[in-house]
């Protein structure tokens, strides 16, 4: 109980870290980070996303990209304003902690643009592109897809918040920071001074914008102080509930009736869907009845299929590779819960 407490913790920490590093960004970087930090799945790879990733001779990786895949559908490519941004984020740091050290590395270690092609090369150093990694497990294409086309940075900052906290939902537990918090979360610190003026220009809009288009909302609750002078009681809080928007999704995602190829790769992308069906040989229905097992991995642990292409070439030598196959994949569940758990084995 004490290590999943410590686990959490560090999961918020990890989440308020890069929340408030995109701030700075502005619309367009926290786009681009978005984007980013969907590179490193590699379980979205395939034709359906707009950028290549290639690993380099130093372990650094290169994603290339279009720079109209940043914008939201419909704007036109403002290169001068796109490359401006890039640029400020060249100067931004991460940081990385372990148990052993803390390392301060670039966020981005070097980009090149080639004048008249729109499209630019990011190269980002192995430390930054693990952090990315974990920041984005169980990431799907479709909601980086709804993120870039948010029209505010409150908006992609909130989308964020809920839907990396989406487990709240499971426990019945808000998110709740302080007025002056969640001011610093939202880059507000020296804007609008009334707390209920914040509240209406910052919270209100957001949650309107992701009721319409996003596949993860919220909504909220102002706590004000059990202490009372003059007037009403001062808001020292505000709470923030994540909850799902069905409508926004892919239609079909969650209908049995519809469930198919295209469905599998939605769920857990396109590399491991088209390994599990083309080379292992597992039917739609095979994968429909494993798919609890192959979401928690995905969600648990990440990266879905490198685990396949490690464990099918044994699996396939036994009297049953299939059941071999998610058998493992069972035991790797179950020993990394153990692990957060410090259980003994």
Same mark, same amino acid.
């Given at each position: 109980m004490i290590n999943d407490k410590i686990e959490k913790k560090k999961m918020i920490a990890q989440t308020m870290q890069s929340v408030t590093a995109r $701030?700075?960004? +502005?619309?367009?970087?926290?786009?681009?980070?978005?984007?980013?930090? *969907? @590179?490193?799945?590699?379980?979205?790879? +395939?034709?359906? /996303?707009?950028f290549t990733v290639e690993p380099r001779?130093?372990?650094?990786? !290169? /994603?290339?990209? &279009? =720079?109209?895949?940043?914008?939201?559908?419909?704007?036109?490519?403002?290169?001068?304003?796109?490359?401006?941004?890039?640029?400020?984020?060249?100067? $931004?740091?991460? *940081?990385?902690?372990?148990?052993? $050290?803390? @390392?301060?590395?670039?966020?981005?270690?070097?980009?090149?643009?080639?004048k008249g092609s729109g499209v630019i090369r990011v190269i980002i150093w192995p430390e930054v592109w693990r952090e990315l990694h974990n920041l984005g497990k169980g990431l799907r294409h479709y909601y980086v897809d709804k993120a870039i086309n948010l029209s505010s940075k409150y908006s992609m900052t909130f989308y964020t918040l809920v839907s990396e906290q989406k487990d709240l939902i499971k426990n019945g537990r808000p998110l709740q920071y302080s007025v002056t918090e969640w001011r610093r979360i939202m880059d507000c610190l020296d804007k609008y001074p009334d707390t209920n003026m914040f509240i209406r220009r910052v919270f209100q809009p957001a949650k309107e914008e992701l009721d319409r288009s996003c596949p993860w909302s919220f909504t909220y609750t102002a706590v004000r102080s059990s202490k009372v002078s003059r007037g $009403? &009681?001062?808001?020292?809080? =505000?709470? /923030?509930?994540?909850?799902?928007?069905?409508?926004?999704?892919?239609?079909?995602?969650?209908?049995?009736?519809?469930?198919? @190829?295209?469905? =599998?790769?939605?769920?857990?992308?396109?590399? @491991? !869907?088209?390994?599990?069906?083309?080379?292992?040989?597992?039917?739609?229905?095979?994968?429909?009845?494993?798919?609890?097992?192959?979401? !928690?991995?995905?969600?648990?642990?990440?990266?879905?299929e490198k685990f396949l292409r490690l464990k099918w070439p044994y699996a396939r030598k036994e009297e049953n590779p299939k059941k071999c196959l998610m058998g493992a994949l069972k035991a790797e569940i179950l020993e990394r819960s153990r692990r957060k758990a410090g259980l003994d084995y």
């Open positions: $701030k700075e960004f +502005g619309v367009f970087g926290q786009r681009l980070f978005f984007r980013l930090v *969907e @590179a490193t799945q590699i379980d979205l790879r +395939g034709t359906s /996303v707009p001779f130093d372990d650094s990786m !290169a /994603v290339t990209l &279009p =720079i109209s895949s940043i914008l939201p559908d419909g704007d036109r490519v403002n290169y001068t304003k796109a490359l401006r941004d890039v640029k400020q984020l060249m100067g $931004k740091v991460y *940081e990385v902690d372990n148990d052993e $050290k803390v @390392a301060l590395v670039p966020l981005l270690a070097r980009v090149d643009y080639t $009403k &009681p001062r808001i020292t809080s =505000i709470q /923030v509930w994540p909850y799902r928007v069905p409508a926004n999704e892919p239609a079909g995602i969650h209908e049995e009736g519809k469930f198919n @190829a295209d469905t =599998i790769r939605t769920r857990i992308g396109v590399g @491991a !869907a088209d390994y599990l069906i083309n080379t292992c040989g597992f039917s739609v229905d095979e994968v429909r009845a494993n798919m609890p097992k192959l979401q !928690a991995y995905i969600d648990d642990i990440g990266d879905l």
